[in-house]
């Protein structure tokens, strides 16, 4: 079983930055995927962010340019790195490890203010 505990939630006004953290409770390399989704009040839990086992990065069109997801191997940990946060951005962050199963996280809130 693989646990996966986001962190680095919080309220930030719009424009601002923050970093999401997913720290793996085992080698992460062996993934063949980790991203991020997001899950908004009312809305269903929609695609954001995600690093494919090759390195290659694919992001949904509301936060390309905005979002940067990353890897720190050696620390079994995803990141999302959130820039020019805007109102909408506004949701449960959860992190998600594909292998032969899918794992989740508990979910991380971030509240963009204006």
């Known amino acids: 079983q693989v646990q996966l505990v986001e962190s680095g939630g919080g309220l930030v006004q719009a424009g601002g930055s923050l970093r999401l953290s997913c720290a793996a409770s085992r080698t992460i390399f062996r993934f063949n995927t980790m991203g991020w989704y997001r899950q908004s009040p009312g809305k269903q839990r929609e695609f954001v962010a995600a690093?494919?086992?090759?390195?290659?990065?694919r992001y949904a069109d509301s936060v390309r340019g905005r979002f940067t997801i990353s890897t720190d191997n050696a620390k079994n940990t995803v990141y999302l790195q959130m820039n020019r946060l805007k109102l909408e951005d506004t949701a449960v962050y959860y992190c998600?490890?594909?292998?032969?199963?899918?794992?989740w996280g508990q979910g991380t809130q971030v509240t963009v203010s204006s």
């Open positions: 690093v494919i086992s090759d390195g290659n990065t």
């Open positions: 998600n490890a594909l292998a032969r199963s899918m794992y």
